[in-house]
């Protein structure tokens, strides 16, 4: 059994209350949940307005399929309009 963790740091430009920041976070967390097999929360900096930190979670039989899974959440994320990627990290272990 291979688990996989990957941590997406987001930039909200936009976002000026918690309720913005909400919206943004439950877009994204609807779409990566409805296409994949994953779990994902909002894992740090739930005080600040314009920053969203997401952990994602993903178990499987091999550390290929996890890294592709990953790349297909991190593409999906990079098409939101509303916000952008600033860093993210993949940990297999």
């Known amino acids: 059994m291979v ?3 990957c ?3 987001l930039s909200i430009p936009e976002s000026f209350s918690l309720k913005e920041k909400r919206r943004v976070k439950q877009s994204i ?3 990566v949940r409805s296409r994949f097999n994953v779990s994902i929360a909002e894992i740090e900096s739930q005080d ?3 920053q969203l ?4 979670s993903c178990v499987s039989t091999d ?3 996890i890294y592709k899974v990953f790349s297909e959440v991190i593409s999906l ?4 309009k509303d916000s952008y990627i600033v860093d993210y990290e993949i940990d297999i272990f």
């Open 53 to 56: 930190v997401l952990g994602i």
């Open 3 to 5: 688990v996989g963790v």
């Open 63 to 65: 550390s290929n399929h």
């Open 29 to 31: 967390t609807e779409k």
């Open 77 to 80: 994320v990079e098409k939101e």
């Open 48 to 50: 600040i307005l314009n």
């Open 7 to 9: 941590r997406i740091i």
